[in-house]
């Protein structure tokens, strides 16, 4: 018997004995994957898809579209409309909320193509998405993206890379699902993935290291002292360049993710957005047992004021984050908490 498809496995409570996923959510998530089905199959076009440069737009954050970028946005747009159970979305491709069905009881939050700047090297993308129910009715407003991260129903991935995985939690765990090439749909391939809590792995971009505040870079520095350094213990660097990508080898293996905030004026507050990218990440971290924070604070606790906020973003094996948890809130009682945190005035009681 092949294993179950992605719609069967969230709509049949036998499957594993599972609580059984809203019908709605089911609904959401299956749409979801349809986007992720169609770009991945324009990304196998590669450079014979026609018009494949940058697009000359600059998005909301100062990047160079690329043309995968306006698709990928347009298909994950095509079918959260083609749905019914969305009533707006938001994406990293859009500075405005974009409305849907008035009716519909979720909202999504997606980056549609994470890690753009890979495309040019084949190198791995990504999609990635969170999925919160509504407390209201009638058309969407900005403000209902602004809830705390704990409130997702639903969050995942899609990484292109030699094949199509979706990596997907509504709750009880996060779940593998891969694309079957020959049918076009997404078929259970692992259950209830573990991030160890321990590693010898982490990703960070080292180019950085000047900008760096304190507790960044002591820990860094303490895994490149290796087994001779206070950790005692050899560390190897990993960095993909695409977060989604980066958070598959986590989910897979263990490790340690940092972006930061760091003393470049457009980096005070991180990289990384909070409503369709940290979030997502957070919930599913969680889900396998590992942590997320901004560096002290739980990031699924956080309530951003924008929806594009960005923020610092620490994830992974639990005994890591915790150790970089420590760094920072030794760092600020003993006020030497860099030089971004306190300018951006976001300082936040650890969790
Ligand atoms: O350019 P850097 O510093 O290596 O940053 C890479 C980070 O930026 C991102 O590519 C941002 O995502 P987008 O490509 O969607 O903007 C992350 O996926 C990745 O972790
Ligand atoms: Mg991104
Ligand atoms: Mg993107």
């Given at each position: 018997?092949?294993?179950?498809s992605?719609?069967?496995?969230?709509?049949q409570?036998e499957v594993?004995?599972?609580?059984?996923?809203?019908?709605?959510?089911?609904?959401?998530?299956?749409a979801v994957?349809?986007?992720?089905?169609?770009?991945?199959?324009?990304?196998?076009?590669?450079?014979?898809?026609?018009?494949?440069?940058?697009?000359?737009?600059?998005?909301?954050?100062?990047?160079?579209?690329?043309?995968?970028?306006?698709?990928?946005?347009?298909?994950?747009?095509?079918?959260?409309?083609?749905?019914?159970?969305?009533?707006?979305?938001?994406?990293?491709?859009?500075?405005?909320v974009?409305?849907?069905?008035?009716?519909?009881?979720?909202l999504?939050?997606?980056?549609?193509?994470d890690?753009?700047?890979?495309?040019?090297i084949?190198?791995?993308?990504?999609?990635?998405?969170?999925?919160?129910?509504?407390?209201?009715?009638?058309p969407?407003?900005?403000?209902?993206?602004?809830?705390?991260?704990?409130?997702?129903?639903?969050?995942g991935?899609?990484?292109?890379?030699?094949?199509?995985?979706?990596?997907?939690?509504?709750?009880?765990?996060?779940?593998?699902?891969?694309?079957?090439?020959?049918?076009?749909?997404?078929?259970?391939?692992?259950?209830?993935?573990?991030?160890?809590?321990?590693?010898?792995?982490?990703?960070?971009?080292?180019?950085?290291?000047?900008?760096?505040e304190?507790?960044?870079?002591?820990?860094v520095?303490e895994?490149?002292a290796g087994?001779?350094?206070?950790r005692?213990?050899?560390?190897?660097?990993?960095?993909?360049?695409?977060?989604?990508?980066?958070?598959h080898?986590?989910?897979?293996?263990?490790?340690?993710?940092?972006?930061?905030?760091?003393?470049?004026?457009?980096?005070?507050?991180?990289?990384?957005?909070?409503a369709?990218?940290?979030?997502?990440?957070?919930?599913?971290?969680?889900?396998?047992?590992?942590?997320?924070?901004?560096?002290?604070t739980?990031?699924l606790?956080?309530?951003p004021?924008?929806?594009?906020e960005?923020?610092?973003?620490?994830?992974?094996?639990?005994?890591?984050?915790?150790l970089?948890?420590?760094?920072?809130?030794?760092a600020?009682?003993?006020?030497?908490?860099?030089?971004?945190?306190q300018?951006?005035?976001?300082s936040?009681?650890?969790?």
């Amino acid at each position: 018997m092949s294993s179950p498809s992605l719609s069967e496995f969230l709509t049949q409570p036998e499957v594993a004995g599972r609580p059984r996923t809203s019908s709605a959510t089911a609904a959401g998530v299956v749409a979801v994957s349809q986007a992720c089905r169609a770009v991945a199959g324009q990304l196998g076009f590669g450079a014979l898809r026609p018009g494949d440069a940058p697009v000359g737009e600059v998005n909301v954050h100062g990047e160079q579209q690329q043309a995968l970028d306006v698709l990928a946005h347009g298909l994950f747009v095509e079918a959260a409309e083609g749905c019914s159970q969305f009533a707006g979305v938001l994406s990293e491709e859009s500075e405005e909320v974009i409305s849907a069905d008035p009716a519909g009881t979720l909202l999504l939050a997606f980056d549609p193509l994470d890690g753009s700047s890979n495309l040019e090297i084949n190198g791995p993308v990504g999609s990635i998405f969170s999925i919160v129910e509504r407390t209201r009715t009638g058309p969407v407003t900005a403000e209902e993206f602004l809830g705390v991260g704990t409130s997702q129903v639903a969050a995942g991935y899609a990484l292109y890379g030699s094949h199509t995985v979706l990596m997907i939690s509504v709750g009880d765990g996060v779940h593998a699902f891969t694309l079957d090439p020959a049918t076009g749909q997404f078929r259970l391939s692992g259950s209830k993935v573990r991030i160890p809590a321990a590693t010898q792995e982490y990703a960070i971009n080292a180019a950085n290291s000047r900008f760096w505040e304190p507790p960044v870079a002591r820990y860094v520095a303490e895994c490149c002292a290796g087994a001779t350094g206070p950790r005692g213990k050899d560390f190897n660097t990993r960095w993909i360049a695409a977060v989604v990508s980066d958070t598959h080898r986590i989910l897979t293996r263990g490790g340690v993710f940092l972006y930061p905030r760091d003393d470049r004026p457009a980096y005070r507050e991180g990289r990384l957005r909070i409503a369709y990218e940290a979030n997502p990440i957070a919930f599913l971290v969680e889900q396998a047992g590992g942590l997320a924070t901004d560096g002290s604070t739980r990031i699924l606790s956080l309530t951003p004021t924008t929806v594009h906020e960005r923020v610092p973003l620490v994830f992974g094996s639990s005994e890591e984050v915790a150790l970089i948890s420590e760094y920072h809130c030794e760092a600020s009682r003993s006020g030497s908490a860099g030089a971004a945190q306190q300018a951006n005035g976001r300082s936040r009681e650890p969790s």
